[in-house]
């Protein structure tokens, strides 16, 4: 057994870190959303099982846990990472450029599975003088209500498992640091669907119908006044439109128009209320216009809390071989690793991935966001010690 300050945690991610870009271009090129991350884990498995690693596959759905068993050792910690893409297409010039349209890794996926594979190969070489066992959770669906996390948990990925880290690539702050935050780090992303009916009819007769576009528009309008107005301004919310559908022609007046988009809060009060009045409002502003409202509210990831023990943890392992930054904040972002820390200890963790002179400067699901290299190795580096440091701070 060793502690992180006896093994040469640097030399370790250097022999591993050429696959790591290698295996993140590959993925970033061939994106799967959802459940549908067969190639992906598939290519987690096989770079685990080569190194001796025991890997179990077809984990909620299609997702992957490989283990590291430390005989006589009386912790394990597990390590997170999500492999899914996202709905959206590409902006870029890269060689590694997503292939398929409709599909593409702006959130970060493709590294943080690349980078988990890494640390699993590198403590692999090293498993004798590892201090606890170590479990490594390559989940799929991270992006998607209900998301993949409640999945892995029901088909036991936790079982056993005293502790889970996740970490995400982060462009708020700088490549070169990792942030580690205490309490709720990200917020409820309930989501919302407000279809809003009328009459349809010729665009040239608009006095002959009644116009759910218009009243669409004063819904969206009106909404607006929601958190500014009926929420605490000491509280943190947001009420954000994201789609808006509605007609098929330029000259026919649509008899629907469906609207959609996101609450999101720390305290699920707070969510309550918006929602409350988001709900009023479509009623109300329908009932004005003539028109009809249904208004449906789907329920978000819980709140991701940080365990202040497990932030210890992290702080004084990670911090013996990477800078910890106080530019992190909590962000209204949601995340399924949220459902890990309902059921053991958890602490989600941030990747610094900015770098403005490489023009690394868009945030998560741009359709320019992009990973920075040089903030691969240092997840790499931070997953190495948090299982190297784990029984420093048992």
């Not at 025991?54 to 590291?68: L, N």
């Not at 890794?105 to 988990?116: I, Q, R, V, W």
């Not at 365990?307 to 800078?323: G, K, L, N, W």
């Amino acid at each position: 057994m060793a502690t992180i300050r006896e093994v040469d945690v640097d030399a370790l991610v250097d022999e591993v870190i050429t696959e790591v870009i290698a295996l993140q271009r590959d993925i970033h090129q061939h994106p799967e959303i959802g459940f549908d991350t067969v190639r992906t884990a598939a290519l987690a498995a096989e770079a685990m099982r080569s190194a001796g690693i025991d890997v179990r596959e077809g984990i909620g759905k299609t997702g992957v846990v490989g283990d590291i068993e430390v005989p006589g050792a009386t912790r394990r910690i597990a390590l997170r990472a999500d492999m899914d893409a996202l709905p959206m297409d590409e902006d870029s010039n890269l060689p590694h450029k997503s292939s398929i349209p409709g599909a593409a890794h702006m959130c970060g996926h493709d590294a943080h599975t690349a980078m988990l594979t890494g640390a699993a190969r590198a403590l692999a070489s090293v498993r004798d003088r590892l201090p606890c066992s170590v479990r490594f959770i390559f989940q799929p669906n991270e992006e998607a209500i209900p998301g993949g996390a409640t999945a892995m948990i029901a088909d036991g990925c936790l079982e056993g498992v005293d502790r889970i880290f996740g970490m995400h690539v982060w462009p708020v702050f700088d490549t070169g640091h990792i942030g580690i935050l205490e309490g709720p780090v990200m917020a409820q992303p309930d989501v919302f669907r407000i279809v809003i009916g009328g009459v349809g009819g010729h665009a040239a007769a608009p006095h002959v119908v009644i116009d759910p576009i218009v009243c669409a528009a004063q819904v969206v309008s009106a909404a607006q006044s929601i958190v500014s107005r009926n929420i605490d301004p000491q509280e943190a919310c947001v009420l954000s439109f994201t789609q808006f559908h509605g007609g098929t022609a330029d000259n026919v007046i649509s008899e629907k128009v469906e609207l959609r988009g996101t609450i999101r809060s720390f305290v699920q009060e707070v969510g309550a209320t918006a929602c409350q009045r988001l709900e009023e409002i479509a009623t109300s502003v329908a009932k004005g216009h003539g028109c009809t409202a249904e208004v449906e509210f789907t329920e978000g990831y819980p709140v991701t809390f940080n365990d202040p023990e497990a932030c210890a943890e992290a702080r004084r392992t990670i911090s013996a071989v990477t800078p910890i930054t106080d530019e992190a904040f909590p962000v209204l972002g949601g995340e399924d690793f949220a459902y890990y820390g309902q059921v053991i200890p958890a602490a989600f963790l941030f990747l610094g991935n900015r770098d403005a002179s490489k023009g690394i400067v868009h945030y998560c699901h741009h359709p320019r966001f992009q990973v920075d290299d040089a903030a691969m190795p240092i997840g790499v580096r931070s997953w190495v010690a948090l299982a190297l440091g784990a029984a420093e701070t048992a």
